[in-house]
């Protein structure tokens, strides 16, 4: 999709970090914006500085993990703008601790918000954008961590890799279809954004997050400096979504310097090696 004027986006997670630039980028291109998030007040203020008029505008307050919540999101961006043209499944959370101390609860909240997000997406938008004469394009947002499996982030991993294949999956859906609905998976490594304090809107039906050990708090740790200390920018990974959109590409990927860790879990592979562990 090249020409993204008077266009509609609908963007998950946008009150913060990397929705927040897509809807930044998103205002500047001339599109009209639905914005999602489960932090309203936040997305109000964030909204109040984008350059873009009222009409042009839908908020919503809401959790990407129920259905109900896409459901109704969807209808309302139909309604009101008569179509939705690029839609980023974006909104996510993450937790680092070892594997077996990650509780039922820490496995429902991120598997509910990084994937079944991705999924409620889907079902709601899609066959509503397969239907439009000028297409589409649909951005979720997985991770590095989708691509490879690093230490302390195993309920995180498996949630990326759902959304990395399922897109994959899409992609060739569509392609076969020769569908004028794209695809693409944004694949990050690390960026400064609010991701290692998720915790702030974890839901009260996920409960709080238990007691860890040592080692976990470690990769907390870890997980708080990487994030904070990440180089490329949330405005990277806007830019870096829109070229693609814009050159149908399927793999977003802005940090290069992943290849390494994606070659060596691919190496392993084909050469049926043992993991090669990642620290
Ligand atoms: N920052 C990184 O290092 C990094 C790396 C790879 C992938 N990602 C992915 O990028 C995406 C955006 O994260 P970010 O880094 O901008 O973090 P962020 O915390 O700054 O922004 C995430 C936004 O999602 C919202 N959100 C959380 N739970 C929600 C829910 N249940 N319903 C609706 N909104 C909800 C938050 O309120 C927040 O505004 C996530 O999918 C994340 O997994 C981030």
């Known amino acids: 999709?090249?020409?993204?004027?008077?266009?509609?986006?609908?963007?998950?997670?946008?009150?913060?970090?990397?929705?927040?630039?897509?809807?930044?980028?998103?205002a500047r291109e001339g599109m009209r914006l639905v914005l999602a998030d489960i932090e309203g007040e936040k997305l109000a203020t964030a909204a109040a500085a984008l350059s873009i008029a009222a009409e042009r505008l839908s908020l919503h307050t809401l959790d990407v993990s129920r259905d109900e919540d896409i459901g109704r999101m969807a209808d309302d961006a139909f309604q009101r703008f008569g179509a939705v043209h690029l839609l980023c499944n974006n909104a996510g959370v993450g937790l680092a601790r070892v594997t077996w101390e990650h509780t039922l609860q820490d496995w429902e909240w991120q598997l509910g918000v990084n994937l079944w997000s991705v999924i409620h997406g889907i079902r709601h938008f899609l066959p509503r954008m397969l239907k439009q004469a000028d297409g589409g394009h649909i951005?979720?947002?997985?991770?590095?961590?989708?691509?490879?499996?690093?230490?302390?982030?195993?309920?995180?991993?498996?949630?990326?890799h759902g959304v990395v294949t399922l897109s994959e999956t899409l992609y060739s859906e569509l392609a076969a279809l020769q569908a004028k609905v794209g695809v693409s998976v944004l694949c990050?490594?690390?960026v400064p954004t609010a991701i290692h304090q998720s915790g702030r809107n974890r839901q009260a039906r996920f409960g709080v997050a238990g007691e860890i050990s040592e080692v976990?708090?470690?990769?907390?740790?870890?997980?708080?400096?990487?994030?904070?200390?990440?180089?490329?920018?949330?405005?990277?990974?806007a830019d870096a979504v829109f070229e693609a959109v814009a050159a149908q590409r399927f793999y977003v990927i802005p940090h290069r310097k992943i290849n390494h860790a994606i070659q060596l879990r691919m190496d392993d592979i084909m050469q049926q090696r043992n993991p090669t562990p990642l620290g």
């Open 1 to 26: 999709m090249q020409d993204l004027r008077d266009k509609t986006a609908v963007i998950t997670g946008a009150a913060s970090g990397i929705g927040l630039a897509l809807a930044q980028r998103g």
């Open 188 to 190: 990050p490594a690390w």
């Open 216 to 237: 976990s708090r470690g990769y907390e740790e870890r997980m708080a400096s990487a994030v904070t200390a990440g180089r490329k920018s949330a405005d990277d990974m």
């Open 139 to 160: 951005v979720n947002t997985a991770s590095a961590a989708g691509l490879s499996s690093t230490q302390g982030m195993a309920a995180y991993n498996v949630s990326k």
